[in-house]
T-cell receptor, first 113, second 112 residues
Framework: GDSVTQMEGPVTLSEEAFLTINCTYTATGYPSLFWYVQYPGEGLQLLLKATKADDKGSNKGFEATYRKETTSFHLEKGSVQVSDSAVYFCAPMTTDSWGKFQFGAGTQVVVTP | DADVTQTPRNRITKTGKRIMLECSQTKGHDRMYWYRQDPGLGLRLIYYSFDVKDINKGEISDGYSVSRQAQAKFSLSLESAIPNQTALYFC???????????FGPGTRLTVT
């Protein structure tokens, strides 16, 4: 069945460091790929997305590229800020996944000054 | 004002009690969802509704029921709460044909 694997957290890093969060998935069909972010005490919000192979999604300095050959959608940011401290969720979705939306377990990121 | 609201935001209840969590949205979306979040397990789908007359079970629907009272309202009920239903519950919406979901702020439920 469909599944998604994210790197475990917490990931702790200093301000201005480079961040990578790995995400790999298995899916029947051709998924659209999403990253959501959850700030403390809030619900999830869409961070970025990509809908076809080699597309790059970007927002707020974050980027992720749809890699069909490796079934991956790794999230990166070149210089993190304390305000990026949050939990990040990878989510591949296809029409086959209605009813069983696959969110990764989430990766907590802690950025220290 | 928030587009997706949930009430209550926090609730403590006892085992065996019936409890209802409510979700309202002003986004005009047809599709609504209920998830629960547990540490280390991510989000798991409880129920979803593609329109007022459409209700579908998600992967963990046992022990829960829902009601879609209107396009804008989707309620989740625990008929007889048990401690392992202690979790953070999220409502979400999406427009028809889109995978993008818009989440409410969550309800923290504790069953003692």
């Amino acid at each position: 069945g469909d599944s998604v694997t994210q790197m475990e957290g917490p990931v702790t890093l200093s301000e201005e460091a480079f961040l990578t969060i790995n995400c790999t998935y298995t899916a029947t069909g051709y998924p659209s790929l999403f990253w959501y972010v959850q700030y403390p005490g809030e619900g999830l919000q869409l961070l970025l997305k990509a809908t076809k192979a080699d597309d790059k999604g970007s927002n707020k300095g974050f980027e992720a590229t749809y890699r069909k050959e490796t079934t991956s959608f790794h999230l990166e940011k070149g210089s993190v800020q304390v305000s990026d401290s949050a939990v990040y969720f990878c989510a591949p979705m296809t029409t086959d996944s209605w009813g069983k939306f696959q969110f990764g377990a989430g990766t907590q990121v802690v950025v220290t000054p | 004002d928030a587009d997706v609201t949930q009430t209550p935001r926090n609730r403590i209840t006892k085992t065996g009690k019936r409890i209802m969590l409510e979700c309202s949205q002003t986004k005009g979306h047809d599709r609504m969802y209920w998830y629960r979040q547990d540490p280390g397990l991510g989000l798991r789908l409880i129920y979803y509704s593609f329109d007022v007359k459409d209700i579908n079970k998600g992967e963990i629907s046992d022990g829960y029921s829902v009601s879609r009272q209107a396009q804008a309202k989707f309620s989740l009920s625990l008929e007889s709460a048990i401690p392992n239903q202690t979790a953070l519950y999220f409502c979400a919406t999406s427009p028809t044909g889109s995978y993008e979901q818009y989440f409410g702020p969550g309800t923290r439920l504790t069953v003692t």
